[in-house]
């Protein structure tokens, strides 16, 4: 019966919004973009609490469907296990990256806004703000530009763009990330020391399982034999057994305990009756 | 102080020195190392040495720069396995330097082994990490559905650019999924992608992500595991393809040595200072 009805609604909606092209899709796109910016600014002028109503609605509706697409029994329809709702995950995942989409908007009008007004009132650190607005602009025209069919410009916009994001933006993720190899040994050498016993256990399982990971370790015991019970004191063998028998199963129970949480978590969300930093103490 | 007890407060100038010349100095020699390959590589390598090759492979590539390092030895060294064997590939991630980074390396590959992008590999690009469940839940129903178009914004339904695409259709189609990231979206991909048809999983982590990942492969949710460059190192021996992670085997080793040698020394000087001040207790 949710079957035929979801099958009708779909059919409906195929028949009332046929695929569009040219002049008319352009028109539509832009007849939204208006839609969306008078909605946008009409959720403003409501009320704080008719506000947060929509919004538990609108989240309870989204999560109801990915729940029920999941629980709602199924029947194998060409070969894929089917229901009335699962012809809808595709537009979904659509519809989640759009709105992602939008979120990375507003992110880039939030960070224009704090460094916009940085740069404008020279206030300190108003050169990084500076160097912000450069490479955005220089990373968005360039990666956007490098779309156009092959030619001599594109070229260039290529080789630009190879120069921010190869010479630049990885160049300098690389070596951030290398510097903190650094403050690792620095920290380790520090902070690691026989203080009691379980720090003691805890050095031994890493000295352990850092020998194990690299040749220089599994040289020390590699005159021991690969089979028999002495095979079992070769360090790469005690690492593993470690790894597999000791830290997965502790893993899993922090994994277990965690998937608990992000249940409750997920319900309290779902229902809109989280409470705390990113939501308001009423609904 | 003693000077024993001055060990455990070296400047860490002289630690970022000693760490810098050691790794420096054992980059030079170009001699690999033996290699005793982990089960989980040797796992790994023989998911890819026995998947049908009228199968795709999706190589998950949710990765940056930052760990380019690790991540980037582990693609090259699988990118090798598939080409040698002929395998189909995809790549797509939700890093958006990800798949950029593991196409341009499929690229260089490409002209030694000879492979055409859109009849034996393609890029499906990167989609914003926020929707990774909603994105993986719509693909594994339908590649042309699910992804829409490739990197380079060719829909998957052009058959004629993408002849690849003709065939493979859904996760019925795959063969083997490679997992390539130092985040948790490895856990997306097991719930949304190896669990729909328990499609053979193989996982690239850093090795700093790696002891997370060993219940999956208790579970058999995964098949094998790549740690860090050492799983790269360990895969490049089984594929006979020396390459990143075996020149860089000797300083991976030195690396580790000296900071258990650090440890060790800073704990000598702790030692000695308890002593002290037991003894100067006793005394008093």
């Not at chain 1, 009335?84 to 992602?100: C, G």
Request: aromatic share 10%; proline share 4%.
């Amino acid at each position: 019966m949710l079957r035929n009805m979801v099958d009708e609604i779909a059919a409906w909606f195929a028949r009332s919004f046929p695929p569009q092209k040219g002049l008319t899709l352009w028109l539509i796109l832009m007849g939204l973009i208006v839609a969306y910016v008078v909605i946008f600014f009409g959720l403003q002028l409501l009320k704080p609490r008719a506000r947060k109503s929509l919004i538990a609605v609108v989240t309870f509706l989204a999560g109801l469907f990915y729940a029920l697409e999941f629980f709602l029994p199924t029947e194998l329809i060409d070969g894929k296990e089917t229901n009335a709702l699962t012809r809808f995950l595709v537009p979904m995942s659509e519809f989640a990256q759009i709105v992602a989409v939008l979120a990375l908007g507003l992110g880039i009008y939030s960070l224009t806004m704090i460094h916009g007004k940085t740069l404008l009132r020279f206030r300190t650190g108003w050169f990084y703000s500076l160097t912000f607005f450069t490479f955005m602009i220089l990373m968005a025209t360039f990666g956007i530009m490098v779309e156009e069919p092959f030619s001599r410009e594109a070229q260039i916009n290529r080789d630009i763009r190879s120069i921010l994001f190869v010479g630049g933006l990885q160049a300098l993720e690389g070596t951030m990330f290398s510097i903190i190899a650094f403050y690792i040994v620095s920290a380790a050498y520090r902070a690691f020391r026989v203080r009691n016993a379980e720090a003691s256990l805890l050095m031994a399982a890493a000295f352990i399982v850092m020998l194990g990971q690299v040749y220089a370790g599994q040289f020390l015991t590699n005159w021991l034999p690969t089979e028999g019970a002495l095979s079992n004191l070769r360090i790469e063998t005690m690492s593993d057994w470690l790894l597999t028998r000791i830290n997965a199963p502790a893993v899993r129970a922090v994994g277990f305990g965690l998937g608990v949480g992000l249940l409750a978590t997920a319900l309290r969300i779902w229902l809109s009756l989280e409470r705390g930093s990113y939501f308001d103490r009423e609904v | 102080m003693s000077i024993l007890e001055k060990l455990q407060t070296i400047d860490r100038r002289i630690v970022y020195l000693l760490l810098f010349l050691s790794v420096g100095l054992a980059l030079i020699p170009r001699k690999p190392l033996p290699v005793i390959p982990s089960n989980q590589a040797r796992s790994a390598f023989e998911a890819i040495e026995n998947a049908p090759t009228d199968k795709l492979v999706i190589i998950g590539a949710d990765w940056s720069a930052s760990t380019r390092g690790e991540n980037g030895a582990q693609t090259i060294a699988i990118l090798h396995h598939l080409m040698k064997r002929r395998l189909p590939f995809a790549i797509m991630g939700f890093d958006p330097q990800g798949p950029e980074l593991v196409a341009a390396e499929a690229e260089k590959l490409a002209k030694r082994y000879n492979y055409q992008y859109g009849t034996d590999w393609i890029n499906w690009g990167f989609r914003p990490p926020g929707t990774i469940n909603a994105t993986l839940k719509a693909m594994v129903r339908g590649f042309q559905e699910g992804m829409k178009q490739d990197s380079k914004n060719i829909p998957l339904s052009d058959h004629v650019r993408l002849p690849m695409m003709a065939r493979f259709k859904d996760i019925n189609d795959v063969g083997v999924l490679v997992v390539v990231t130092p985040s948790q979206t490895f856990e997306s991909w097991v719930a949304f992608v190896q669990g729909i048809k328990g499609t053979p999983l193989v996982f690239c982590p850093t090795a700093v992500m790696a002891p997370e990942a060993y219940q999956y492969l208790d579970s058999g949710q995964m098949v094998g595991m790549l740690t860090g460059l050492k799983g790269a190192l360990e895969y490049e021996g089984l594929v006979k393809e020396p390459g990143r992670a075996t020149a860089q085997g000797l300083a991976l080793s030195v690396s580790h040595i000296l900071i258990i040698l650090l440890i060790v020394v800073g704990n000598l000087g702790y030692l000695a200072q308890k002593r002290r001040q037991k003894s100067q207790q006793g005394v008093g």
